[in-house]
């Protein structure tokens, strides 16, 4: 197994991002989620919140003895502190920050930072290298650049609810932060693409990130679709128009699976697995299109034969025929899950406030140069003084701040 908890040792490298400063002014989510993702491949992020209202993440969802678990995983591998930008005082230390900083990820609506006095063209002039991330719901420009923006907003927006949900029944939203994370997976990326531009240019650049856009790019050709033939895509539940059978399926024992055919191939073995061969053989079935217009009489097949299996033997079935097939899982069951386990896709970490705690990992391994989790999500303005020491300020000058309200 390739560990992608490990920190840097004397014989092992440092991680990729080891040296990159990541100023992240960033709140709810897509934003500090990509920040995050930085950091867990070495970038030292300094999380900046406000002294008086901290990021609203901390309080969002469960919490434990009063300690918000969802900062736990999304402060993770960032140092905090606190800045007052709106503040002379808070302006000025956050403009000596960038001056040694590499990126700066912010989601402010567009104008607040040049209102300020902390725009593109003053972080430029103090650090002509700097790669500024602002990322917002609807854009820099255009005519609904002024309004707050949300995931929920791009998930409608993109044509995602529109097309997931029961044929009969309303769009449908996901239960979680979809397009946020979408988004923050697109910024991440965005960063490094300019990072790496920079290494030939020398000078830095903004990346304008609109909410709206990477989940539009991820649910397929629509546009296109609609472009060249006029189709617009219906909801459909669980199936697909481009191949069947494709599902959830309840097993004996009240479980339910999924089953995927995109391949021709494994469409035929499910069929001759569930004991509906002589279905091969229609004209129909030759392409997933004509699968997919058959839909009934495939789930009928397919649904019968696994409603009379539970939900082991219906996995093993499936495996020795080398048909696709996984078990509709909740989080008790990822965790228990050996694959999972075998990737350690969801690690134990320390916390100094609530012991060993289990998160999701950091995204991907890599044989050299692997990321870490090096800390959990710390208090707010834990690391206020440190970093400002490292600015060159004195303890008398971090008092002053603190007492004119702008640390």
Avoid: C
Wanted: charged share 20%.
């Amino acid at each position: 197994m390739t560990p992608r908890t490990t920190a840097p040792t004397a014989s092992a490298p440092h991680p990729p991002l080891h040296g990159l400063r990541v100023l992240d002014l960033a709140t709810l989510f897509a934003g500090p989620l990509a920040a995050m993702m930085l950091g867990d491949f070495g970038a030292d992020v300094i999380k900046v919140e406000h002294p008086r209202k901290p990021d609203p993440s901390r309080g969002h969802g469960p919490a434990k003895d009063g300690v918000g678990l969802w900062w736990k995983v999304l402060g993770r591998n960032k140092r905090t502190i606190t800045l007052d930008l709106s503040s002379p005082g808070g302006r000025d230390t956050l403009l000596r920050l960038v001056a040694d900083a590499d990126v700066v990820v912010e989601n402010f609506r567009p104008g607040t930072l040049e209102r300020w006095g902390l725009g593109w063209e003053e972080l430029s002039t103090v650090n002509p290298r700097l790669v500024l991330a602002r990322v917002t719901g609807f854009g820099q420009f255009g005519p609904y650049s002024h309004r707050p923006g949300f995931g929920t907003l791009a998930e409608a927006m993109s044509g995602f609810a529109a097309i997931t949900g029961e044929p009969d029944g309303p769009p449908t939203l996901p239960p979680f932060g979809l397009a946020d994370s979408i988004a923050a997976l697109a910024t991440a990326y965005a960063v490094t693409t300019a990072l790496t531009a920079r290494t030939a240019t020398g000078r830095g650049q903004v990346v304008d990130m609109a909410i709206i856009e990477p989940m539009l790019a991820v649910i397929g050709p629509h546009a296109l679709w609609y472009d060249q033939l006029g189709y617009v895509q219906p909801r459909t539940g669980n199936r697909s128009r481009n191949n069947a059978p494709r599902n959830t399926y309840r097993t004996s024992d009240g479980s339910w699976v999924a089953v995927s055919t995109s391949a021709q191939s494994i469409a035929e073995r499910v069929l001759r697995l569930v004991g509906r061969p002589e279905l091969i053989d229609e004209p129909w079935f030759a392409d997933g299109t004509g699968r997919a217009a058959h839909a009934d009489v495939l789930d009928e097949a397919v649904g019968s034969w696994i409603a009379r299996h539970t939900r082991d033997e219906a996995l093993d079935a499936f495996e020795k025929a080398e048909a696709a097939i996984a078990p509709v899982y909740d989080v008790r069951d990822v965790l228990a899950d050996p694959q999972y386990r075998a990737l350690d896709t969801v690690t134990e970490v320390p916390d100094p406030e609530l012991g060993p705690i289990r998160m999701q990992n950091v995204l991907f391994r890599l044989s050299e140069t692997p990321g870490a989790i090096r800390w959990t999500g710390r208090p707010h303005g834990a690391d206020t003084d440190e970093v400002l020491a490292e600015l060159g300020l004195t303890p008398d000058e971090i008092t002053g701040l603190r007492s004119r309200g702008s640390v």
